[in-house]
C-alpha cells in the first residue's frame, strides 16, 4: 500500500494563536514535499500535530484511511518516523547504539537487535558517511555530525512515512546536497511520502514535488512546486526579505553539485 495523508478541515491552534483553520489537502507516497515560511509560522507545530505530538482542535487527520488517534503508538512508529528540530544527547552512547534506537519498534518487548537491524543501521551510516564514526560517543560529535546521527536513527526506523524538521541545519552545504538526494529517492524510487521544513527555497525548487506554504496572513497554499512558488506567493511569506528573490527569473540558483 502507498502510503497516505488525508487532512480535512484541520484546525490547530497554539494557545490564542491560530497556526491553521480549515486546511484540507492530500498527500501521498513518491511525494516530496516542503514546508515553507517565515520564522514562528508554526511549521514545527503542523508537523508535530502530524506526528500526533500536538493535539489539534477540529478536522480530522488520517494515515492511510484510518483516524490519526486509532492507530496505536506502535503501529504508528512504525508508519511514521519523526525527526525533531532539536534532540539532546545526554547519555554517552556510541553513535551505533543512538542510530539502533530507530529500530526498536520492529523489535519484539523481550528481544535484542538481530544481524539484521545491524546491517540496516551499518548500511544508513555508510550513507550518511558515519560508518568510520560508529563506535565514537555521539557526546564527542560536531553539531552536523549529531545532525546527520539523527537523520540515521529517522532512517533506519524504515517508516512510510518520514516528517522532518529541519534536518539541514548545521550540515555543510555537500551533505545538505547529498541528504536531500537521498531523500528524493526514497520518495521517486521507494515511494515513501516526505514532510521537511526547510528555510532554503532553492532546495524546494530543485528536489521537492510539491509545497505546503505558511503566509503569515493568508490561507495556507499547497500543490506540486512550480505551481505554487511564484514571485507572488513567496511576497507574503517573506515579505521582509524578498531580495533573495532574483526578479523577473521566476527561479533561484543553486549551483550543480554532483
Not at 484541520?10 to 497556526?19: E, K, P
Not at 512550480?226 to 533561484?252: D, K, M
Request: hydrophobic share 40%; glycine share 6%.
Amino acid at each position: 500500500m502507498v502510503a497516505e495523508i488525508h487532512i480535512d478541515s484541520l484546525r490547530v491552534t497554539v494557545g490564542t494563536r491560530t497556526i491553521c483553520d480549515g486546511l484540507s489537502f492530500s498527500a501521498h507516497g513518491g511525494q516530496f514535499w516542503a514546508v515553507l515560511g517565515a520564522n514562528g509560522r508554526g511549521k514545527s507545530t503542523l508537523l508535530n500535530t502530524i506526528a500526533s505530538i500536538h493535539p489539534f482542535s477540529a478536522g480530522s487527520i488520517q494515515l492511510n484511511g484510518k483516524d490519526l488517534q486509532a492507530w496505536s503508538p506502535l503501529e504508528r512508529a512504525r508508519l511514521v518516523s519523526y525527526l525533531p528540530q532539536m534532540e539532546a544527547d545526554s547519555f554517552p552512547s556510541t553513535v551505533i547504539e543512538s542510530v539502533m534506537v530507530g529500530r526498536h519498534p520492529h523489535i519484539s518487548r523481550w528481544s535484542w537487535e538481530s544481524d539484521g537491524d545491524a546491517r540496516i543501521c551499518n548500511s544508513v551510516l555508510k550513507q550518511l558517511d558515519l560508518d568510520l564514526f560508529e563506535s565514537r560517543s555521539v557526546l564527542e560529535l560536531s553539531g552536523g555530525e549529531r545532525k546527520r546521527v539523527a537523520i540515521a536513527r529517522t532512517l533506519v526506523q524504515q517508516a512510510e512515512i518520514l516528517l522532518l524538521d529541519e534536518p539541514l541545519s548545521h550540515l555543510d552545504v555537500s551533505h545538505q546536497i547529498k541528504i536531500m538526494k537521498h531523500f528524493q529517492s526514497l520518495a521517486q524510487d521507494q515511494k515513501k511520502l516526505i514532510f521537511i521544513i526547510l528555510h532554503d527555497i532553492n532546495m524546494a525548487l530543485r528536489f521537492c514535488s510539491h509545497v505546503l506554504l505558511m503566509p503569515e496572513h493568508a490561507e495556507l497554499m499547497h500543490g506540486e512546486t512550480t505551481h505554487i512558488i511564484s514571485s507572488e506567493s513567496l511576497q507574503n511569506v517573506y515579505s521582509h526579505s524578498f531580495h533573495l528573490w532574483q526578479q523577473g527569473q521566476n527561479r533561484f540558483y543553486l549551483p550543480e553539485l554532483d
